[in-house]
């Protein structure tokens, strides 16, 4: 088939070299020029990896992945550990390492696996119309392309979910505000070799180590949406909402630079289907946009990929049975888990105050394996595993 994919995003990406190995002409269409992701970096759990390993990106993957090895949560306040553990069960268990990486080093190993005279930059999807001999997509420069098939990766403000709802979805604020950014890594934060988040307050910091020897860093303060956004301001105002927070938080704003820090406010989207229609399929954020909170989403973008490469491959021959057996395996599963990190979330950020307070404590009595079991379940419940 000739197939257009709408979004160079790691969704878009992924399927494109999915649907490339089974010998399908895939064409790229992405509405910049050069991608600048809305955050430093991105944690790949075992099941996102092991979507890359089976486009033999394996090392690849573990060339720019963080080296992370344990997980800590601590009292923001009074620095006291929570609970520390290690993860190495954990992936020895799912049989995949986790990764946190740099999402400019994540997108440049996945445009140079794709290969970027594939993708057509600067080509912006307005519209789309699909017809008994194929699918036309139409751009904001003029031009149209006609295919068999329409892959909707263009996110969470997707032009091609409308298309196939017939309608604008209107996403949800999560409660929170994000900055997060990439260091130079320093033990002053936190060991280096440990996903360290510090709570409390409904508020939380988080690091993690990225190749290079930065750490992925991210704040989360619980606020309303639509406030004003001034890049000068982000150090006066994160020292104000981390005001008597520990000396490793100060030192990180400290250390941060506001230019290369990106501050997102958080959103989700109820889960829906369709998914698909005769000749179109969303794909990733723009099938399910989820809030960070359990760090799956570009995990599901991916898993998704494989799963539709496999899909239209069982039912070569039937596209709308491929399509159909796609949207079945993958809507149950990125439902589970956009619900279960929009819960998550409301623990995290005090949407129920005393639930939050409850969680501290129980965080307090963690040895590790209520979390390690948490995220098997997520890894787990992945096609792959
Ligand atoms: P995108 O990455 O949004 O890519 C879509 C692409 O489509 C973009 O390049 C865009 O320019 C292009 N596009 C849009 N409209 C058009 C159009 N009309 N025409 C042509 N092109 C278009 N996920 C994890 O797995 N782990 C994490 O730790 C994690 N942390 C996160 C932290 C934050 C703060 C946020 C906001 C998200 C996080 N995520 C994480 C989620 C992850 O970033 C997304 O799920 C993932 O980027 C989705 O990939 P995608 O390809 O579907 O969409």
């Known amino acids: 088939m000739k197939i257009s994919v709408v979004g160079a995003g790691m969704g878009g990406l992924c399927a494109g070299l999915a649907l490339r190995r089974l010998g399908h002409e895939v064409r790229v269409y992405e509405r910049v020029r050069e991608i600048r992701p ?106 149209r392309e006609q295919a068999d098939l329409l892959i909707g990766a263009d996110g969470a403000h997707s032009v091609v979910r409308r298309h196939v709802l017939g309608k604008v979805v209107v996403r949800r604020y999560a409660g929170y505000v994000n900055w997060n950014g990439l260091v130079s890594m320093d033990g002053a934060f936190a060991p280096v070799d440990r996903w360290t988040t510090f709570v409390g307050e409904g508020k939380r910091v988080s690091l993690m180590p990225v190749s290079g020897r930065r750490f992925y860093f991210f704040f989360d303060v619980p606020l309303p949406s639509g406030l004003e956004n001034n890049r000068a301001d982000y150090k006066a105002l994160l020292r104000a909402y981390f005001g008597g927070w520990v000396p490793e938080v100060q030192a990180l704003i400290d250390a941060i ?42 995990c599901m973008a991916m898993e998704d990929a494989v799963v539709l490469a496999e899909a239209l491959s069982r039912h070569d021959g039937s596209l709308d049975a491929g399509l159909q057996a796609y949207e ?54 992945g096609p792959l595993s």
């Open 257 to 298: 630079e506001p230019e290369t820090t990106n501050r997102v406010e958080i959103f989700d989207i109820d889960p829906f289907v369709p998914w698909v229609t005769g000749r179109v399929a969303l794909l990733g954020d723009a099938a399910h946009n989820t809030t960070p909170d359990i760090g799956q989403g570009g």
């Open 38 to 143: 809305v955050g430093a970096a991105i944690s790949l759990w075992s099941n996102g990896v092991a979507c890359l390993e089976r486009l033999e990106l394996g090392d690849e993957i573990a060339a720019i992945g963080g080296d992370l090895r344990a997980m800590a949560y601590v009292d923001g306040l009074s620095g006291e550990t929570m609970t520390a553990f290690s993860l190495d069960p954990l992936m020895q268990a799912v049989g995949h390492r986790a990764y946190p990486v740099s999402r400019a080093d994540l997108q440049a190993m996945l445009i140079s696996a794709f290969g970027r005279g594939d993708i057509r930059f600067g080509t912006e999807l307005t519209d789309l119309h699909e017809g008994a001999d194929g699918v036309t997509a139409v751009f904001a420069d003029g031009t």
């Open 328 to 381: 079945a395996a993958r809507a149950p599963r990125t439902r589970e888990l956009v619900l279960k990190a929009r819960r998550r979330c409301e623990i995290t950020h005090a949407a129920d105050p005393g639930a939050t307070t409850r969680w501290y404590a129980d965080l307090r009595r963690e040895d590790g394996s209520n979390i390690l079991d948490g995220l098997m379940k997520n890894i787990l419940g």
